[in-house]
């Protein structure tokens, strides 16, 4: 049972000082279950202690898998025989990544149960391109009233088109794939930062894939993966973007640091339109050899809306999680911005709470909202609603808000990002846990 917190935020402030991106949320659950496929030691390096993770591990644990944690590493070593009798149903039902899960436990059960899956309340995220993708391999899923039924037969390679163009589709189709000796070709396929993560781990287990970033993944799957490995995890561009959404909206200079800059080159060019002032450092590599980083530094802007609409799409488009730190950045550009947020059917009625704190956000339909700018925002109360992108820039409309607010309610935020009051203060940031 996780506690209810809440913050009381003094904004207004200029925030100053670094910050460094933290691994990727994303890549962690989905190595989290690729490391069940492992019969060796899996030994994950500088995991993020956030709430979406500890969801996974307790799942993973509660059908037998041993974790341990020394200092921000975890070593995971799967049984022989999972206990799926005895899955946690609450926390795997908190998270959608959990639906990860189903593309390894195929390889280890060839019949069970799974319960439906949660995580952002953002309206009918469909399974329907997990369904058709994991079927040609040899794989019948059933959804029930509140669990999925899971039957394999033979498994078989196949040549696959994603029904769309999907992080955790393509993720899923290459678990399965891995283990299916024969070449497997998924088109469609996601290039995203969480998807090369997991293809370089699979790689690091002896599972040959051609394609990596591209839309079209060729897989030449391994009998059986039995390695004892360390993998490095990527930064994560949802937390750079976080920073680079603060320093845009409360005007600051900040240096963000180890930005995973492939995955974010658009993003930075609309802000650059927009009026946004930066310096980028040179690239250099993670720690895991494979993702180009660099240092952002910010400056002081006058931003201007732009007269496009700011929408996303699959990489190498806006990332879908980026896009609605434009919203409060948009509160503080002059004109008029139409953010297209097409994905999710309900997430933009969230960026109307913005307008709690003074902003002008105008609602033209389920996937669209106007945003005035420049508009001076206030400090009031506001409940985080149960999703991880709208609640955190409510927290950063309040960092930019002149006077005292109270963010009621922060699981949502603490599913995504680690310890990020302590790092905020370290910027300036007047903000503090209250009851």
Known sequence: MTETVNLKIEGGQKLSGEITTN??????????????????????????????VARIIEVLESIGVKITKSGN????????????????????????????LIGALVHREKSFSFPHS??????????????????????KIVSRENHYEIKTKKLKPAEIILYEIGDTVTENALLVASLIPGETVIKLASGNYMVRDLCYFL????????????STLTINGARELNQDIEFELSEDPIESMLFLAIAAT?????????????????ELLKLEKMGLKFKLSKRYKSKNGETDLVDITTKSSKLKALEEKIHPLPFPGIN????????????????????????????????????????K????DPHRVYIEGLTELRGTEVICPPALRPAAIILIAMLAARGTSILRNIYSINRGYEDLVTRLKKLGAKIEVVV
């Open 203 to 214: 790689q690091k287990l002896g599972v040959q894939i051609e394609g990596i970033g591209s």
């Open 23 to 52: 691994t990727s949320k994303n890549a962690t659950v989905a190595l989290l279950c690729a490391s069940v496929l492992n019969q060796g030691k899996t030994t994950l390096k500088n995991v993020p202690k956030i709430e979406e």
């Open 320 to 359: 879908i999680d980026n896009l609605p730190f434009f919203v409060p950045i948009a509160t503080q550009a002059r004109g008029t911005t139409l953010i297209h947020d097409w994905v999710y059917e309900n997430r933009a009625i969230y960026y109307l709470e913005l307008n709690k704190l003074g902003a």
């Open 73 to 100: 590493d975890l070593i995971i070593q799967p049984p022989a025989k999972l206990k799926l009798a005895k899955m946690d149903l609450e926390a795997a039902a908190k998270t959608r990544s959990a639906l990860l």
């Open 118 to 139: 949660g995580g952002c309340k953002l309206g009918e995220r469909t399974v329907r391109p997990h369904l058709f993708a994991l079927e040609k391999f040899g794989v």
């Open 250 to 266: 409360t005007n600051s200079s900040l240096k963000i640091k180890r930005c995973p800059i492939d995955f974010l080159e658009l």
């Open 361 to 364: 956000i105008m609602f033209a």
